[in-house]
């Protein structure tokens, strides 16, 4: 029987125990072999449905395959824009749901989206993991593909440039860093977090500030490392501000588990940054063939407007960095205009569901987030408090369970669905909550992953390590370049104490002398990197200011 004769007779008899739909146009199916093969061997049973159908046929067979009972996750393959007929035969349509909330902000009446596959009773929230593989040709879709699968098989060793990460994370500085391993696992640990300038106005703006602190202090736990690329030239996370765009791009080619950008968005680019000596860019769709992602591609997270516009003529911002070699594995974008108030409930939701629930899947960890927006009762005291000041700020005659709905049609997944998230195993540990400055710090813990531990004393990420220098008005020059970077750098490096200790019998034990001028809020956060495992922990230390006599000891 002919190759595609037997696809499409497969499409057509519903596998009972399939619980991932391919939907795919016949043209992208043999970029798509690996892939399937991938996922058969572990253990995924995927039923192929013909992505030339219409939307309606299309919904019709994955509604079938769900009745089926065991269906959890859909796979669209190929680009959205059907507008094109000589794209056609490589497309898989996207749906238009009528918006209610965002065309009073300036949104176009309808929202491409990819969520109505995934509702299976028609009430706007999903039961099953959704993404879409966006590419034109079997050769982009063979990029994504390879990414995907590096990902998952071997991590950053796979990919080009295999930069060391060193002892002291994100900057190396110290001359210790050349006794690190030959390779560390530091970026599994790393979010980047790219902040624009609101813009809504006072109130909106300081709800997306909110958002940014929460996300930064409370949905990650302190086992992660995190930093700030912040457009406020006041602000000690502002990197040079001509050089804003290369280090935000910098920071996605370092490598890291996630890279967030908060802010406005366009289709093919970032907002524009404004600085009083001129504008500057952030990212445009032009730089993604020059990403060069090192140890492995971050998954990406636009809390923006328009960047995952998929289905535009021409490709959206988000597609291109998922086709781009050296560009992220997996990117969640909005199709339209996106509020304030629906991104901050879906941030949170997917830092609960990644960091807390701990998805096994990045279309689960986006699934779950999206249920929890519309159906978790908003009653416990931070949700209230965050309903109560969007109230403030949602147009007249909007409703913010609306909104929140629409959020679920507006943001969508360019990416597989099946992605693996590895979660790192607990590290328990033994710290005094309490330390004073120029004392000695013990630390004892237990790890179920033998290796190496890199055992650090940092500040809570809400504080720094050091006065910052105070910005009355704003300079342009070489030497305040120089100064925006090294106060970038040292915000970004709460590290006050590291060093390096064997796991051995899943036991090890550490000292960290405490810098004299050390206080406040803190935490010991432990990595510990094995054979292609690793653990992670963090305990909260409340550091005292160092005695008199500890002081003028010589």
């Known amino acids: 029987m002919h190759l595609v004769s037997l696809l499409l007779l497969l499409a057509t008899a519903p596998d009972p125990a399939a619980d991932t739909a391919l939907v795919c146009p016949r043209a992208l199916r043999p970029a798509m072999q690996e892939w399937i093969d991938y996922r058969q061997r572990q253990g995924r049973r995927i039923a192929l449905v013909d992505g030339e159908l219409t939307p309606e046929g299309i919904r019709g067979q994955i509604r079938r395959l769900a009745r089926l009972g065991s269906l959890r996750a859909v796979v669209l393959v190929g680009d959205a824009d059907v507008a094109d007929t000589s794209m056609r035969a490589r497309s898989v349509p996207t749906h238009y749901a009528k918006s209610k909330v965002n065309v009073r902000w300036g949104s176009e009446p309808e929202i491409a989206t990819d969520n109505w596959y995934a509702d299976l009773d028609d009430d706007h929230v999903p039961e099953l993991a959704i993404g879409r593989l966006s590419a034109d040709s079997p050769e982009e879709l063979a990029v994504v593909v390879r990414k995907i699968l590096a990902y998952e098989r071997a991590g950053a060793d796979e990919f080009a440039g295999q930069r060391r990460d060193s002892l002291r994370s994100p900057h190396p500085t110290s001359a210790t860093n050349a006794s690190a391993a ?196 908003r009653t416990d005291e931070r949700k209230k408090s965050l309903d109560a000041l969007a109230a403030l700020l949602t147009p007249a005659g909007a409703d913010l369970a609306d909104e929140r709905i629409e959020h679920l049609h507006l943001f969508n997944l360019l990416g597989d669905p099946l992605l693996r998230l590895t979660h790192p195993a607990e590290v328990k540990l033994d710290v005094n909550p309490a330390a004073s400055g120029g004392q000695l710090l013990a630390i004892s813990g237990e790890s179920p992953v033998a290796g190496q531990a890199l055992v650090e004393l940092v500040v809570r990420r809400d504080r720094l390590a050091f006065r910052p220098p105070s910005r009355a008005a704003y300079q342009s020059s070489a030497e305040s370049d120089q100064e925006y970077l090294a106060t970038y750098q040292r915000a970004n490096d709460g590290q006050l104490a590291a060093v390096r200790v064997p796991v051995r019998g899943g036991r090890f034990q550490a000292a960290l002398n405490v810098p004299d001028d050390a206080r406040g809020a803190c935490h010991v956060r432990v990595f510990v990197q094995g054979d292609g495992q690793y653990a992670a922990g963090a305990a909260d230390v409340q550091v005292s200011a160092a005695k008199r006599s500890e002081r003028s000891a010589p």
């Open 182 to 377: 030959a390779h560390d696992d530091l970026w599994r640990r790393r979010i980047n977090l790219v902040a624009g300038l609101g813009g809504f106005g006072a109130l909106a703006d300081a709800a997306l500030e909110a958002a940014a602190k929460s996300i930064l202090t409370e949905g990650i736990p302190p086992a992660y490392a995190t930093t700030m690329t912040h457009a406020a030239w006041r602000s000690p996370y502002c990197p040079p501000p001509r050089r804003f765009s290369e280090t935000s791009v910098d920071r996605l080619n370092e490598g890291c588990l996630f890279w967030v950008y908060l802010g406005h968005g366009h289709p093919w680019a970032l907002d524009r940054v404004h600085f009083p000596d001129g504008e500057h860019e952030i990212f445009t769709i032009d730089q993604a063939p020059r990403l060069k992602a090192q140890h492995c591609p971050p998954i990406a997270l636009f809390l923006a407007c328009y960047t995952g516009a998929f289905d535009a003529r021409r490709d959206c911002l988000a597609e291109a960095l998922l086709r781009a070699a050296g560009g992220p594995v997996a990117i969640i974008s909005g199709s339209r205009v996106t509020m304030p108030y629906g991104m901050s409930v879906l941030g949170i939701g997917l830092l609960d569901e990644c960091f807390v629930k701990r998805r096994e899947t990045l279309g689960d960890v986006l699934l779950y987030a999206k249920r929890s927006m519309a159906l978790d009762p």
